[in-house]
């Protein structure tokens, strides 16, 4: 449940969208993609609707909702980014496997290429999730709480990715749930509890007042 | 062997036995991997009403008609119990359940109307309780390859859009993938088959020709279109086997040695199967 | 008292005692529990016919309690540590017992009178005509004593248990961790499943217990989120359909013989069909 949500992302940041349990983060990106059914209100992409768009963006759902047991290797996962592209009826050419081949190059995915994903560890399945993204070419990336349950070093090599992708011009919305990680690590945070509470630069918004309104 | 293939009867027994293991167990990886392979039980008791009105109004024992009915109640059926889990939040196996005996109860009435008005006639519609496939003719087998092969069509011209969809509903959703219209395809192709399975299986025992073929290529395969391929096999080998043994014994009834054989099957892959079997972590 | 009399009570403690245990089945998400288990029936029947060497309904009773528990024993451990899906292991585990039974009485019971109709169907007007004889004296149709009893222990236990039942639906990890007896007692409700299965199935037959023991519940809960209210609501839709299916049957002189008697509770799933849409719709514009 969200009320009176007015909100406007900068594009090629790092945004952090965050807020207590049940403060409706997920349900905040979830309407915006018409995952869930809204009451009222609308959102724009880029000054167009979503319809329009819906190929220039990738949402990366939270790793419970995906049945992890599901016979796939990793490169079948990152070959579905190109279902967008492809339509219904079309096969992948050389050059969209070319495109494949490169993104797994990229983010070390390549040794695990023929693992099921059974057999991945938390940030393997994310780093997977993550070229299936970069595969489909999407401009705007949603991720719904992409770091939980995955351990430090492995979050610090998902942040540096992330943040090469900004600076090649992608934008980048995480549900996050960790405070102590935004300040280091995003451009813009939305303070968000049943409404939007504050929204700016990490300095700005993560003040105790803020923070006091939020959580306690 | 090759003299009792010979034989028209046992030919087609096997011939009609194999296409149906062959079909449900293609169609029946999809049901296993969204974890819907209860669906062959919903559709299958479903069934039962359909081919009770299709006989009433047509009043012909066509397969072909009787399949048509079975397959609408079927689809019918399968509809009301997904729109049950999702607009009235009514738990899978609760709204499966109520629609299954629902459906069965309005057919054991719709039978007993038959009996009480056409005497004798009910004889042709047994076949669909228990599955009878050592009547199978030609004709019906015909008919059984054209339904099969339409849904195996409709299944392999939209495989990969269909694997993206059963692998991550909320990303196919975004990406803006028709997913409405896959699923609705999916369903179809789905009742298709089971509904070939009823003619052989009975309307009890199909779910495990669903299932069961799966299960057991799950253990052998990493890679989905594998897992669809390994399971077609393992069907189309039971069916065959199945059909052949049962109609060259006395007195054993095809449907569910069909289904032993797949749970043999099931038990050597559980037992041998190359993936590692122990109880893992569920990542959080 | 007379035949009919006594099917209009077999019929009504069959809907009571149904509804009661399903009701807690469909709060576990264990209502395709209740398909299986009804189906797993048969190969049970067979085999105490098999060991005692004739068809009493009391070795029935528990051949088919034994087969129902196997059922769920296997069904949960495949899930557990073999296919990690429940839906897979019940689609597997009963329709293999349900076909070791078919061929088992095909092959070895070719001329004993082993009806697999009535047993999937039931015939509810021969049910009062198999009397519970003491020496000369006859007490009564045996679904009578077994049903009541089973009334009684079902509604004890529920009862009893009902803190118990409700957490282990709830959160099965915690029961498991904090309280491990509410696990036992969530085991309980099965084999409770199974006695109600097996005791209703003379009288409606295995399907449409199904449909007593699921159905009212799935209506009752469009109505009301209170747990007390639904128990009520369910025994009292079940009682309701029930009463309802007889009349109709009587009426429309749809069950004349016994050969016919297993159509007469069919009538009760179309007036429940009814219910449940108007319930579905008065839900959802509510």
Same mark, same amino acid.
């Given at each position: 449940?969200?009320?009176?949500?007015?909100?406007?992302?900068?594009?090629?940041?790092?945004?952090?969208?965050?807020?207590?349990?049940?403060?409706?983060?997920?349900?905040?990106?979830?309407?915006?993609?018409?995952?869930?059914?809204?009451?009222?209100?609308?959102?724009?992409?880029?000054?167009?609707?979503?319809?329009?768009?819906?190929?220039?963006?990738?949402?990366?759902?939270?790793?419970?909702?995906?049945?992890?047991?599901?016979?796939?290797?990793?490169?079948?996962?990152?070959?579905?980014?190109?279902?967008?592209?492809?339509?219904?009826?079309?096969?992948?050419?050389?050059?969209?496997?070319?495109?494949?081949?490169?993104?797994?190059?990229?983010?070390?995915?390549?040794?695990?290429?023929?693992?099921?994903?059974?057999?991945?560890?938390?940030?393997?399945?994310?780093?997977?999730?993550?070229?299936?993204?970069?595969?489909?070419?999407?401009?705007?990336?949603?991720?719904?709480?992409?770091?939980?349950?995955?351990?430090?070093?492995?979050?610090?090599?998902?942040?540096?990715?992330?943040?090469?992708?900004?600076?090649?011009?992608?934008?980048?919305?995480?549900?996050?749930?960790?405070?102590?990680?935004?300040?280091?690590?995003?451009?813009?945070?939305?303070?968000?509890?049943?409404?939007?509470?504050?929204?700016?630069?990490?300095?700005?918004?993560?003040?105790?007042?803020?923070?006091?309104?939020?959580?306690? | 062997?090759?003299?009792?293939?010979?034989?028209?009867?046992?030919?087609?027994?096997?011939?009609?036995?194999?296409?149906?293991?062959?079909?449900?167990?293609?169609?029946? *990886? !999809?049901?296993?991997?969204?974890?819907? &392979?209860?669906?062959?039980? +919903? /559709? =299958?008791?479903?069934?039962?009403?359909? @081919? %009770?009105?299709?006989?009433?109004?047509?009043?012909?024992?066509?397969?072909?008609?009787?399949?048509?009915?079975?397959?609408?109640?079927?689809?019918?059926?399968?509809?009301?119990?997904?729109?049950?889990?999702?607009?009235?939040?009514?738990?899978?196996?609760?709204?499966?359940?109520?629609?299954?005996?629902?459906?069965?109860?309005?057919?054991?009435?719709?039978?007993?109307?038959?009996?009480?008005?056409?005497?004798?006639?009910?004889?042709?519609?047994?076949?669909?309780?228990?599955?009878?496939?050592?009547?199978?003719?030609?004709?019906?087998?015909?008919?059984?390859?054209?339904?099969?092969?339409?849904?195996?069509?409709?299944?392999?011209?939209?495989?990969?859009?269909?694997?993206?969809? *059963? !692998?991550?509903?909320?990303?196919?959703? &975004?990406?803006?993938?028709? +997913? /409405? =219209?896959?699923?609705?395809?999916?369903? @179809? %192709?789905?009742?298709?088959?089971?509904?070939?399975?009823?003619?052989?299986?009975?309307?009890?025992?199909?779910?495990?020709?669903?299932?069961?073929?799966?299960?057991?290529?799950?253990?052998?395969?990493?890679?989905?279109?594998?897992?669809?391929?390994?399971?077609?096999?393992?069907?189309?080998?039971?069916?065959?086997?199945?059909?052949?043994?049962?109609?060259?014994?006395?007195?054993?009834?095809?449907?569910?040695?069909?289904?032993?054989?797949?749970?043999?099957?099931?038990?050597?892959?559980?037992?041998?199967?190359?993936?590692?079997?122990?109880?893992?972590?569920?990542?959080? | 008292?007379?035949?009919?009399?006594?099917?209009?009570?077999?019929?009504?403690?069959?809907?009571?005692?149904?509804?009661?245990?399903?009701?807690?089945?469909?709060?576990?998400?264990?209502?395709?529990?209740?398909?299986?288990?009804?189906?797993?029936?048969?190969?049970?029947?067979?085999?105490?016919?098999?060991?005692?060497?004739?068809?009493?309904?009391?070795?029935?009773?528990?051949?088919?309690?034994?087969?129902?528990?196997?059922?769920?024993?296997?069904?949960?451990?495949?899930?557990?540590?073999?296919?990690?899906?429940?839906?897979?292991?019940?689609?597997?585990?009963?329709?293999?017992?349900?076909?070791?039974?078919?061929?088992?009485?095909?092959?070895?019971?070719?001329?004993?009178?082993?009806?697999?109709?009535?047993?999937?169907?039931?015939?509810?007007?021969?049910?009062?005509?198999?009397?519970?004889?003491?020496?000369?004296?006859?007490?009564?149709?045996?679904?009578?004593?077994?049903?009541?009893?089973?009334?009684?222990?079902?509604?004890?236990?529920?009862?009893?248990?009902?803190?118990?039942?409700?957490?282990?639906?709830?959160?099965?990890?915690?029961?498991?961790?904090?309280?491990?007896?509410?696990?036992?007692?969530?085991?309980?409700?099965?084999?409770?499943?199974?006695?109600?299965?097996?005791?209703?199935?003379?009288?409606?037959?295995?399907?449409?217990?199904?449909?007593?023991?699921?159905?009212?519940?799935?209506?009752?809960?469009?109505w009301t989120d209170s747990l007390r209210l639904l128990i009520w609501l369910s025994v009292g839709i079940a009682c309701l359909a029930g009463g309802l299916g007889l009349f109709l049957a009587f009426g429309l002189n749809l069950s004349v013989s016994g050969r016919k008697g297993k159509s007469s509770l069919s009538p009760p799933m179309y007036w429940r069909s009814i219910l449940r849409a108007t319930g579905t719709t008065r839900r959802n514009a509510g």
């Amino acid at each position: 449940m969200l009320w009176d949500v007015d909100l406007d992302l900068p594009g090629s940041q790092l945004t952090a969208i965050v807020g207590p349990n049940g403060a409706g983060k997920s349900t905040l990106v979830r309407a915006a993609l018409d995952l869930v059914p809204r009451q009222a209100g609308s959102a724009r992409f880029w000054d167009q609707p979503l319809r329009d768009v819906r190929s220039r963006i990738a949402f990366v759902p939270q790793k419970q909702e995906v049945d992890w047991d599901f016979p796939v290797t990793v490169r079948d996962v990152v070959l579905m980014g190109l279902t967008p592209r492809l339509g219904l009826f079309r096969r992948p050419n050389g050059e969209h496997l070319q495109k494949v081949d490169e993104v797994m190059e990229r983010l070390g995915l390549q040794p695990l290429a023929k693992r099921p994903i059974s057999h991945l560890s938390g940030g393997q399945q994310q780093r997977t999730f993550l070229a299936r993204a970069m595969v489909q070419g999407a401009e705007l990336l949603i991720m719904d709480e992409p770091f939980a349950g995955v351990d430090g070093p492995t979050e610090e090599l998902l942040f540096a990715t992330l943040q090469s992708l900004r600076d090649q011009g992608h934008s980048i919305v995480i549900v996050h749930h960790d405070l102590e990680t935004v300040a280091k690590n995003f451009d813009h945070v939305v303070l968000l509890k049943r409404e939007i509470l504050a929204t700016g630069s990490p300095s700005s918004v993560l003040v105790d007042s803020n923070l006091r309104l939020a959580y306690g | 062997m090759v003299d009792l293939l010979g034989d028209y009867t046992i030919r087609m027994v096997t011939i009609g036995s194999a296409i149906v293991g062959g079909l449900c167990g293609a169609l029946g *990886s !999809f049901a296993y991997v969204r974890r819907q &392979s209860l669906v062959g039980d +919903v /559709v =299958g008791h479903a069934a039962l009403p359909g @081919v %009770a009105l299709a006989y009433l109004i047509s009043q012909s024992k066509d397969l072909a008609v009787l399949m048509l009915g079975a397959g609408l109640t079927g689809l019918l059926a399968l509809a009301v119990s997904i729109l049950a889990v999702r607009y009235c939040k009514m738990d899978q196996g609760t709204a499966f359940a109520s629609v299954l005996s629902t459906s069965f109860g309005v057919g054991v009435l719709l039978l007993s109307l038959i009996q009480q008005t056409h005497a004798a006639d009910q004889a042709g519609l047994d076949r669909f309780l228990f599955g009878q496939a050592a009547t199978l003719v030609e004709p019906q087998i015909i008919t059984m390859a054209g339904v099969g092969t339409g849904a195996l069509a409709l299944m392999l011209i939209f495989f990969r859009p269909l694997v993206t969809l *059963s !692998f991550d509903p909320s990303y196919s959703r &975004s990406t803006g993938l028709p +997913v /409405v =219209g896959l699923e609705s395809i999916l369903l @179809v %192709a789905l009742v298709s088959s089971v509904v070939v399975g009823i003619s052989v299986a009975g309307v009890v025992l199909v779910a495990a020709l669903l299932a069961a073929p799966a299960a057991a290529a799950h253990r052998w395969c990493t890679r989905f279109s594998t897992l669809v391929a390994v399971s077609a096999a393992f069907g189309a080998l039971s069916g065959a086997t199945g059909g052949f043994l049962s109609s060259t014994w006395a007195n054993v009834p095809t449907g569910p040695l069909i289904i032993l054989i797949l749970t043999g099957l099931v038990i050597v892959s559980l037992l041998w199967g190359r993936r590692r079997t122990e109880p893992r972590e569920v990542p959080s | 008292m007379t035949s009919s009399g006594w099917v209009v009570v077999i019929i009504l403690l069959t809907c009571v005692t149904c509804s009661l245990v399903g009701c807690f089945l469909v709060l576990r998400r264990s209502a395709m529990t209740a398909d299986a288990v009804s189906h797993s029936v048969l190969p049970g029947i067979v085999f105490a016919f098999w060991i005692s060497g004739g068809l009493n309904l009391f070795s029935a009773f528990l051949g088919a309690v034994g087969a129902g528990a196997l059922t769920v024993g296997l069904t949960k451990w495949l899930t557990r540590f073999k296919l990690k899906r429940e839906d897979a292991a019940l689609g597997i585990v009963f329709p293999a017992l349900f076909s070791v039974g078919v061929i088992w009485v095909s092959v070895a019971y070719r001329q004993v009178h082993l009806d697999t109709d009535a047993i999937l169907l039931g015939e509810v007007l021969l049910a009062p005509f198999e009397q519970l004889q003491i020496g000369t004296t006859s007490l009564g149709p045996v679904s009578v004593w077994l049903l009541g009893p089973l009334l009684v222990l079902a509604t004890g236990y529920l009862k009893l248990f009902q803190k118990e039942l409700i957490l282990e639906s709830l959160d099965p990890s915690f029961a498991k961790v904090s309280a491990p007896a509410a696990s036992q007692i969530g085991s309980g409700l099965t084999l409770l499943l199974c006695l109600a299965v097996v005791a209703s199935f003379t009288a409606v037959g295995v399907v449409l217990a199904i449909a007593l023991l699921i159905v009212p519940t799935a209506v009752g809960r469009l109505w009301t989120d209170s747990l007390r209210l639904l128990i009520w609501l369910s025994v009292g839709i079940a009682c309701l359909a029930g009463g309802l299916g007889l009349f109709l049957a009587f009426g429309l002189n749809l069950s004349v013989s016994g050969r016919k008697g297993k159509s007469s509770l069919s009538p009760p799933m179309y007036w429940r069909s009814i219910l449940r849409a108007t319930g579905t719709t008065r839900r959802n514009a509510g």
